[in-house]
């Protein structure tokens, strides 16, 4: 009998499927509440809306040159100046999508594709991080959790705080967020840092390849360190290179060129110690730390130098600053080489010191050990005796040490007693240079020593020395102010003295001419040229030594001068910037201005917080300045700065020590040298109508100085460094310093044209010696 066929018994899924529906929607269900909790705060504190409009990062402040340049930058622990997207080359912001973030435009802050593949390949397929989710790990929690549980809160949190950004930014504008943040290492805090200190350049000037090596840098900056890992970065910027062959942003002819180049760095540290005007920098420190002061913020807080993002813009000039830099360097190591050729034990047992005995130097050198920064730290910090203190000197020591090599300021590592390095570093000469423009105010350069890091006391400003002839003109200018004199009136050059008990001498006063030459009759502006005592001494006598306080006084001189007749002659000590300030006055047509420095302060956001105002005031007559100026001529024309108009071959000792000579100057210059006794400090004030600059040159100690006025001189030490900055400035043409005549007033009553005199004196030919070589 047949069978009834069974039917196949049918599986039912239908259970599996609604396991699967449940498990799936409530894994997405669990996904929203931990993200819901995320973002109430239950792993950590999330930033609100407020926060995400303004991340909070350490900006630091930017000092910028009046050419829109960036002279330095103030900051503790963060080197960062933010730039904008459009600032960013193309090539770079390509080279950080194909290396990055791919799919970077198709996505709101979370890669699904590249998350899902980082799931199912356990991460060995590369990391699913896009560049909003690396933005919010820099600006909310740093550094990743080492521990597991941590680290997946972290990458949540991420992930929310990415899809706000996404909302609260443009891609453009997370672009140059990240860009900002990231720290480049060694002191490069954002990409304008990076490009700076590892290409010299600004973002905008990168080419491929180096933004190919700043953008390899964002996986591991610590790894990837150009400067400790060079072909370990080189590596990783190919890898760059050819994520971009392979997106389409390059081609491969392109990239296989760029792959056989080497990084071609050109290392340039920002740091408080080197770059361009670091003297500067330092007065500056000061001066916005007192308007920090003296200006809080809206809400009554105060600004932070550091942090703040500020912007100060002042008068300095990039370029004058590096030809004033640049000027310094060249005549100062040259310079330099004669003193230490002068100063070797066969020629000087007490060498950098002259005329002093072994006890002065013990005792000079000791005081300098008591005031020197090892012993502050000793003393302060670590709680040392003295007599622990002073035994460490003599104890030879690992240092680095400055020197002048080829030129180039350098350093030597050397193992030294601190005792012998404080002598060593007394033989150095010093330098103190500032240009500023007499109509504005305007400190066009500012130079205060030779080295920054190893010279920190500024010649410009902090030091006063003995200004020497320098201060005759201000005798001068009193004697045209009160008595009206000509520069072609004649005086007698004879001795001549002040007696005892007039204007305050307990004895006579009887100064005497370098060289002791006297005899016949000078012209006023032969007397100045020259630097003739005598007649200097003559002026002072009709005008009294109070008019000639008063008159610098007005011209912006701050420090004590005794009223007594020797001042005539610059015994008072003066800085740089008070003389610049003072002279600049005759330029200016006997009006006053304060040196400026800083034009304005701005915020992050370039809300301007302070705007100078220009101080000035009337000292002198249009016709006094003018005819000072025309005095002050004759000192480049036949006088002491004379060799500044020569041209030809260079003469004698000159060869070894006059940087530039002969320069060739034709263009009028209004000047005057200055040496003081034993040719320990030397000076020249040079003049055109638009630029007045000082310089002075000298060592540390008095004592430690040339034997003799021909190399001592302020035309031999001081006066090539003016030259060669001058020379410079003409050249470029951008700068527009003036090679014209000064302005005469227009109603002239005084005769400045010594041709047109009665009798029969020639200009500098009756002083007896040559006058480049002998007076001072």
């Not at 860009?179 to 304008?192: K, P, Q, S």
């Not at 003193?339 to 010191?353: D, I, L, M, S, V």
């Not at 915020?603 to 005819?627: H, I, S």
Request: aromatic share 12%; proline share 5%.
């Amino acid at each position: 009998m047949a069978t009834k066929k069974q039917a196949p018994e049918t599986q039912d899924f239908s259970k599996y499927i609604r396991w699967f529906w449940m498990l799936f929607s409530g894994g997405i269900l669990f996904a929203i509440l931990i993200f819901l909790l995320a973002s109430w705060g239950l792993f950590g504190e999330m930033p609100d809306h407020t926060i995400l409009e303004n991340p909070k990062t350490n900006l630091a402040a930017e000092i910028i040159s009046s050419d829109g340049k960036t002279l330095g930058k103030f900051y503790l622990n963060d080197n960062r100046t933010p730039v904008e997207y459009e600032e960013l080359p193309q090539h770079l912001i390509d080279a950080l999508i194909a290396t990055e973030d791919a799919r970077f435009h198709k996505h709101s802050g979370i890669d699904a594709v590249g998350t899902l593949r980082a799931i199912v390949k356990m991460g060995s397929g590369g990391g699913a991080s896009t560049i909003s989710q690396q933005l919010a790990k820099q600006l909310f929690h740093g550094e990743g959790s080492k521990n597991k549980a941590g680290r997946l809160t972290q990458k949540i949190k991420e992930w929310i705080i990415a899809t706000r950004l996404e909302r609260q930014y443009t891609k453009e504008e997370i672009i140059a967020q990240y860009f900002n943040i990231y720290d480049f290492l060694n002191n490069a805090d954002g990409i304008r840092s990076a490009a700076r200190i590892y290409f010299g350049k600004e973002p905008k000037d990168l080419d491929l390849k180096e933004s190919a090596m700043l953008v390899g840098m964002f996986q591991n900056s610590s790894f990837f360190n150009p400067r400790k890992r060079p072909e370990l970065t080189l590596q990783r910027r190919n890898v760059v290179l050819a994520q971009m062959e392979k997106y389409d942003f390059i081609d491969e002819k392109v990239k296989d060129s760029l792959q056989k180049t080497p990084l071609d760095l050109n290392y340039s540290p920002e740091s408080h110690r080197e770059g361009l005007a670091t003297y500067f920098r330092t007065y500056l420190d000061g001066f916005m730390k007192d308007w920090i002061k003296n200006n809080p913020k809206p809400d009554g807080t105060k600004w932070n130098l550091y942090n703040d993002g500020l912007k100060i813009h002042t008068t300095i000039d990039y370029r004058m600053q590096l030809y004033a830099e640049n000027a310094v360097q060249q005549h100062m190591s040259r310079l330099q080489a004669e003193f230490f050729k002068q100063n070797t034990p066969e020629r000087n047992a007490t060498a950098p010191f002259i005329d002093l005995s072994k006890e002065e130097i013990q005792s000079l050198l000791k005081s300098s050990m008591k005031q020197s920064e090892r012993w502050r730290k000793m003393k302060y910090d670590l709680g040392k005796s003295d007599k622990e203190i002073e035994a460490s000197f003599y104890k030879p020591t690992e240092m680095s040490i400055f020197a002048w090599k080829k030129g180039k300021a350098t350093e030597i590592d050397t193992t030294m007693k601190p005792i012998d390095s404080i002598r060593y570093y007394k033989t150095f000469l010093r330098t103190g240079m500032m240009s500023m423009d007499p109509q504005t105010g305007h400190v066009k350069a500012w130079v205060g020593g030779i080295n920054y890091r190893h010279f920190q006391y500024d010649m410009v400003k902090q030091g006063k020395r003995q200004v020497g002839s320098t201060f005759k003109p201000f005798v001068y200018a009193a004697a045209i102010d009160q008595l009206h004199y000509s520069p072609c009136d004649v005086f007698p050059d004879t001795p001549f003295c002040i007696e005892k008990g007039k204007y305050g001498n307990v004895e006579d006063w009887c100064p005497k001419n370098s060289g002791g030459d006297y005899g016949g009759t000078r012209t006023l502006k032969d007397a100045l040229a020259n630097s003739v005592n005598t007649i200097t001494a003559r002026l002072m006598d009709k005008v009294g030594p109070r008019p000639v306080i008063d008159l610098v006084e007005k011209l912006g001189v701050e420090s004590d001068i005794p009223a007594v007749p020797s001042i005539a002659l610059g015994t008072a000590d003066l800085s740089v910037y008070e003389m610049v300030g003072a002279y600049a006055a005759f330029a200016n047509k006997g009006v006053y201005t304060k040196p400026v420095m800083v034009t304005t302060i701005e915020d992050k956001n370039g809300t301007v917080l302070y705007q100078f105002k220009p101080e000035t005031r009337d000292v002198l007559g249009e016709e006094e300045a003018y005819v000072t100026v025309k005095l002050l001529e004759g000192v480049t024309q036949f006088g002491s700065g004379a060799r500044l108009r020569r041209t030809g071959e260079p003469y004698g000792i000159y060869k070894e020590i006059i940087t530039g000579f002969p320069y060739g100057f034709t263009n009028p210059i209004a000047g005057k040298t200055g040496t003081t006794q034993n040719q320990s400090d030397g000076w020249f004030m040079g003049m055109v109508p638009n630029l007045v600059t000082g310089v002075w040159v000298g060592a540390e100690d008095r004592a430690a100085h040339f034997r003799s006025i021909a190399y001592g001189q302020g035309a031999s030490m001081a006066l090539p460094i003016w030259a060669l900055y001058m020379k410079s400035c003409l050249e470029d043409k951008t700068l527009d310093v003036s090679t014209g005549n000064f302005q005469a007033p227009l109603n002239l009553s005084i005769n400045v044209d010594c041709s047109k005199s009665s009798g029969n004196y020639v200009e500098g030919g009756n002083s007896g010696s040559t006058p480049d070589d002998l007076n001072f």
